[in-house]
């Protein structure tokens, strides 16, 4: 398991997509934090268009969890826990 979270960067009218090699104007990148993402992008490792991304995060089991300021980690832990005991029914 990876925790991670997206991040959109803004991109130079040269970018392509690592994926489709389109042209876009911002690329997604799953990291831990902005600076790792920016690395990985750098370094070729990362990085998809809307489209692309889309397709990752829906056709290879990617959850998506909304983290509200105010929300405490037990609680959090408790509904992961009981997502995925769902999901592996």
Excluded at 36 to 60: H, P, V, W
Excluded at 63 to 84: H, M, P, V
Aim: proline share 2%; net charge negative; glycine share 6%.
């Amino acid at each position: 398991m990876y925790i991670s979270k997206l991040f959109k960067i803004p991109m130079d009218d040269e970018w392509k997509c690592n994926y489709c090699h389109w042209p876009a104007d911002f690329a997604y990148v799953l990291a831990r934090t902005e600076d790792e993402a920016r690395q990985l992008l750098e370094d070729g490792d990362a990085g998809l268009c809307e489209e692309c991304i889309g397709d990752l995060i829906s056709e290879e089991g990617y959850i998506i969890i909304k983290i509200n300021d105010g929300d405490d980690i037990s609680t959090i832990a408790k509904e992961l826990l009981q997502f995925a005991i769902q999901s592996r029914k």
